[in-house]
Nanobody, 124 residues
Framework: QVVLVESGGGLVQAGGSLRLSCAAS????????MGWFRQAPGKEREFVAT????????YYADSVKGRFTISRDNAKKTVYLQMNSPKPEDTAVYYC?????????????????WGQGTQVTVSS
């Protein structure tokens, strides 16, 4: 069993910065890829970023590339999403996900565990 708890969401001005955290407990999540997804009202859940088990490989959605950075601290079993220069269109509920693979991509089917989400609202 894996439990993921996101934190750090809130209201941020466009052009500011915000860091989301995802604390994991349970299975050896430090050996598996982790990802961030988001879902805006009335839209489907979409991929944001993923990081391999070692942190050596990362992959981003085009919409956030160059602005967001995913990282992890396996000793703390925590994954982070640094959001720089957020835009109003980044407003969504952000979900942390743990994969069943050491390296994962953008498909939700590659992730077996999900957090409950944290709301991020970007004001213009």
């Amino acid at each position: 069993q894996v439990v993921l708890v996101e934190s750090g969401g809130g209201l941020v001005q466009a052009g500011g910065s915000l860091r989301l955290s995802c604390a994991a407990s349970g299975r050896t999540v430090d050996r598996y890829a982790m990802g961030w997804f988001r879902q805006a009202p009335g839209k489907e859940r979409e991929f944001v970023a993923t990081i391999s088990w070692s942190g050596g490989s990362t992959y981003y959605a085009d919409s956030v590339k160059g602005r967001f950075t995913i990282s992890r601290d396996n000793a703390k079993k925590t994954v982070y999403l640094q959001m720089n220069s957020p835009k109003p269109e980044d407003t969504a509920v952000y979900y942390c996900a743990a994969s069943v693979y050491t390296i994962a991509g953008a498909a939700t089917t590659q992730y077996g565990y999900w957090g409950q989400g944290t709301q991020v609202t970007v004001s213009s």
